[in-house]
């Protein structure tokens, strides 16, 4: 191995001074001699580099292969991650839309009051396909104690069709299942809506 680094050694030299025997020209002279410096010393340090790597790939090899047994774990890491994030979306997207649905509910009137309940569907897992359930709203009939208009109080007549108020109920649950159906695009029989009495 010694005699073989020794000959490349003297190979390279004598093909350097070979070279420059052949151009004459003392311009190209300087370009010569830094490659065949170049050469001369890439021939010396070879066998150094060639140890080298040697040592590092039986060093590293053992690593790579540990390091892809965990594979496993860092697949089931990010899957979990993964998971955290769709529940996460989740609960922002249900938590959004209920507050959405609730002010326009609101905004109707004879409402007081409203709660939502959103119920949201997932397709798989993997994926965050999100359908729209269930929707329950509470509702508590009345004036809003929020609203700042001023309403004109309409005569009160005091006689048998006064008392209507399952159908004034009838009417508000009709009229807010309406809303939601034509701004969410949501099947009627996904939206229930429930009275609460004071």
Same mark, same amino acid.
């Given at each position: 191995?010694?005699?073989?680094?020794?000959?490349?050694?003297?190979? $390279?030299? +004598?093909?350097?001074?070979?070279?420059?025997? &052949?151009?004459?020209?003392?311009?190209?002279?300087?370009?010569?001699?830094?490659?065949?410096?170049?050469?001369?010393?890439?021939?010396?340090?070879?066998?150094?580099?060639?140890?080298?790597?040697?040592?590092?790939?039986?060093?590293?090899?053992?690593?790579?292969?540990?390091?892809?047994?965990?594979?496993?774990?860092?697949?089931? *890491? #990010?899957?979990?991650?993964?998971?955290?994030?769709? /529940? +996460?979306?989740?609960? +922002?997207?249900?938590?959004?839309?209920?507050?959405?649905?609730?002010? +326009?509910?609101?905004?109707?009137?004879? $409402? /007081?009051?409203?709660?939502?309940?959103? *119920?949201?569907?997932?397709?798989?897992?993997?994926? &965050?396909?999100?359908?729209?359930?269930?929707?329950?709203?509470?509702?508590?009939?009345?004036?809003?104690?929020?609203? *700042?208009?001023?309403?004109?109080?309409?005569? #009160?007549?005091?006689?048998?069709?006064?008392?209507?108020?399952?159908?004034?109920?009838?009417?508000?649950?009709?009229?807010?299942?309406?809303?939601?159906?034509?701004?969410?695009?949501?099947?009627?029989?996904?939206?229930?809506?429930?009275?609460?009495?004071?």
């Amino acid at each position: 191995m010694l005699t073989d680094w020794i000959k490349n050694i003297i190979f $390279v030299v +004598l093909f350097a001074s070979f070279l420059e025997l &052949l151009l004459p020209s003392s311009s190209m002279q300087r370009f010569v001699r830094v490659i065949m410096g170049l050469f001369i010393m890439l021939a010396i340090l070879n066998p150094i580099i060639g140890a080298v790597q040697h040592l590092t790939s039986k060093d590293q090899l053992p690593t790579f292969a540990a390091t892809s047994g965990d594979l496993n774990v860092i697949t089931n *890491e #990010v899957n979990h991650v993964t998971n955290d994030r769709n /529940a +996460l979306s989740l609960e +922002l997207y249900k938590k959004e839309l209920s507050q959405q649905i609730r002010i +326009l509910v609101m905004a109707i009137d004879g $409402v /007081a009051d409203a709660n939502v309940v959103v *119920e949201i569907k997932k397709d798989n897992a993997s994926t &965050l396909a999100m359908g729209v359930n269930h929707i329950i709203v509470y509702v508590k009939p009345g004036i809003s104690t929020k609203s *700042e208009k001023i309403v004109s109080i309409a005569k #009160v007549k005091i006689d048998k069709e006064f008392n209507k108020t399952e159908e004034t109920h009838t009417d508000l649950k009709q009229r807010i299942t309406d809303m939601i159906m034509e701004l969410y695009q949501i099947p009627k029989e996904k939206v229930e809506i429930k009275m609460l009495y004071s």
